[in-house]
């Protein structure tokens, strides 16, 4: 049964860090690329960042880049978060989602993400406040 | 960056109605878009991807249509365990993902 369990989460002041994990297991976890997706309170969800299998190609959301940072160790099964200069709409809860592996094609490019979340965790809230 | 407009944002149903929920792109997408279901406290679900791929394990009473910028999501007889919120999510312009705003099924 594939499982992904967040950790990391908590309060933390405006311009704080954070650091929020993904543990993962019954899937083979090097094999696929994940991707982090966050719930802001009461709202709907926004696409964060994605990292492929082997970590060759990262991307970010244009509202955390420069402040967060996706990675992740293979030999653990775990994914991260770095969440930095954190912000009051940086408030959500953080959910991490596996990738398919289907790879997608447009417009002549391909890539080897889908786009498209088939596993989630069950999300561990950061709450950015004073 | 493409935005996805989900209507109505909230319904009432019975059980056994049919539900149609639309998501209108605002540019063409192909048919790069998938729908997820959300219950209160828990993590979105894979519906459908491809805009009428249906996710393996998914009832059969879900099904999703159309290309281009409009799709929709119908629940053909709606069961008690249905009731919850629906995001669509648009790949076409991978990497930047975006979702729809949800439409949350309600009990009439």
């Known amino acids: 049964e594939v499982q992904l369990v967040e950790s990391g989460g908590g309060l933390v002041q405006p311009g704080g860090s954070l650091r929020l994990s993904c543990a993962a297991s019954g899937f083979t976890f090097s094999s696929y690329s994940m991707n982090w997706v966050r719930q802001a309170p009461g709202k709907g969800l926004e696409w964060v960042s994605y990292i492929s299998s082997s970590s060759s190609t990262i991307y970010y959301a244009d509202s955390v880049k420069g402040r967060f940072t996706i990675s992740r160790d293979n030999a653990k099964n775990s994914l991260y978060l770095q969440m930095n200069s954190l912000r009051a709409e940086d408030t959500a809860v953080y959910y991490c989602?596996?990738?398919?592996?289907?790879?997608?094609?447009?417009?002549?490019?391909?890539?080897?993400?889908?786009?498209?979340?088939?596993?989630w965790g069950q999300g561990t809230l950061v709450t950015v406040s004073s | 960056a493409i935005q996805l407009t989900q209507s109505p944002s909230s319904l009432s149903a019975s059980v056994g109605d049919r539900v149609t929920i639309t998501c209108r792109a605002s540019?063409?997408?192909?048919?790069?878009l998938a729908w997820y279901q959300q219950k209160p406290g828990k993590a979105p679900k894979l519906l459908i991807y491809d805009a009428s791929s249906l996710e393996s394990g998914v009832p059969s009473r879900f099904s999703g249509s159309g290309s281009g910028t409009d799709f929709t999501l119908t629940i053909s007889s709606l069961q008690p365990e249905d009731f919850a919120t629906y995001y669509c999510q648009q790949f076409n312009s991978y990497p930047l993902l975006t979702f729809g705003g949800g439409t949350k099924v309600e009990i009439k």
């Open positions: 989602a596996r990738d398919p592996g289907w790879g997608y094609c447009s417009g002549g490019s391909c890539y080897s993400g889908s786009g498209v979340f088939d596993y």
């Open positions: 540019q063409g997408i192909s048919s790069a």
